[in-house]
């Protein structure tokens, strides 16, 4: 029997040139969705840590909320001159003397029978004109329902702040 052998020629080099592109390709492509796989399973995994981290916030912060009132103060000297110190976080139960404590650079008060007498705000103090004539601090609320400012109903240091209420001090002339 007589072998016939095949003689067949090689691949050409343009074969050959595009098995190596076709090659050189594939690698690069597996190389590169792994790497995005890979990458894409740590962004996963940072953003379940991020969610949990945040999920701990938010419990903090709500725990926090229960514990703080947020308020807004003024300071309206009677010249013109109005101070506000808005979102004014204090420690629930803050009365509006603390109120004035915390955001006054300095405050004279005494207490007396009624509760705590505010003098003088940041060097503005009270001054009598006449025995029935002066200018005095007095306190006010907002009442959001009536849409006005409402006189203090008792001595600022007896007045719990609820969270949301807005207090103003005005220096006034009073006469009787």
């Known amino acids: ?8 020629p090689g691949p050409s080099l343009l ?3 595009l098995m190596v592109v076709l090659l050189v390709w594939a690698v690069s492509a597996s ?7 890979l990458r ?8 379940s840590s ?13 725990d926090l909320r229960a514990r703080v009132v947020i308020v807004n103060v003024g300071i309206d000297y009677g010249n013109g001159t109005v101070r506000w110190f808005n979102s004014t976080p204090l420690p629930k139960g803050a009365t509006v003397l603390k109120a ?14 009624w509760g705590a007498y505010v003098a003088s705000i940041d060097g503005v103090a009270e001054k009598k004109i006449a025995p029935n004539e002066g200018y005095s601090w007095l306190w006010y609320i907002y009442d959001r329902e009536k849409g006005a400012w409402i006189l203090g ?13 807005t207090v103003k001090w005005i220096y ?3 006469k009787f």
């Open 1 to 8: 029997m007589a072998r016939v052998s095949a003689n067949r």
């Open 15 to 17: 074969e050959r040139v």
């Open 31 to 37: 190389s590169l969705a792994a790497y995005n796989y």
């Open 40 to 47: 894409a399973e740590r962004l996963a995994s940072d953003i």
């Open 50 to 62: 991020l969610s949990a981290a945040l999920g701990a916030a938010e419990s903090e912060l709500r």
């Open 100 to 113: 004035l404590l915390l955001v006054a650079n300095r405050v004279e008060y005494t207490y007396g029978s």
């Open 153 to 165: 109903p008792v001595a600022s240091d007896q007045y719990e702040l609820p969270d949301g209420s």
């Open 172 to 174: 006034e002339h009073w």
